[in-house]
């Protein structure tokens, strides 16, 4: 089983940004999907972004849109979520997710980081 490991999360006020980095213990299968959740104070879990691990398809949350971006670098075996324009509602723990669908349903993925703490102040 892959082991993923998120790291990059901090303490930011609105308006700046933070870079996340989820690193995979072995390369993803070509056709995994990469996606990031997050999870806020008394918030269930959501979806972020997604990309396929192949490239391209990127989709991300309607907010998070032009906020944030998702990439790759598959040499390395990281998925990146640059996050720009921060707010204090995206504060929330961070998560990294590897599955087999194109798909933002959690239930889906299969292998799951430990979580990285983003906290956004106003």
């Known amino acids: 089983q892959v082991q993923l490991v998120e790291s990059g999360g901090g303490s930011v006020q609105a308006g700046g940004s933070l870079k996340l980095s989820c690193a995979a213990s072995e390369r993803p299968y070509s056709r995994s999907v990469m996606a990031w959740f997050r999870q806020g104070p008394g918030k269930e879990r959501e979806f972020v972004a997604l990309?396929?691990?192949?490239?391209?398809?990127?989709f991300y949350a309607d907010s998070v849109k032009g906020r944030f971006t998702i990439s790759r670098d598959n040499p390395k075996n990281i998925v990146y979520l640059q996050m720009d324009s921060l707010k204090v509602e995206d504060t929330g723990v961070y998560y990294c997710?590897?599955?087999?669908?194109?798909?933002?349903?959690?239930?889906?993925?299969?292998?799951w980081g430990q979580g990285t703490q983003v906290t956004v102040a106003s």
């Open positions: 997710a590897r599955g087999s669908q194109y798909t933002s349903d959690h239930l889906a993925y299969d292998a």
């Open positions: 990309t396929r691990w192949r490239g391209g398809s990127e």
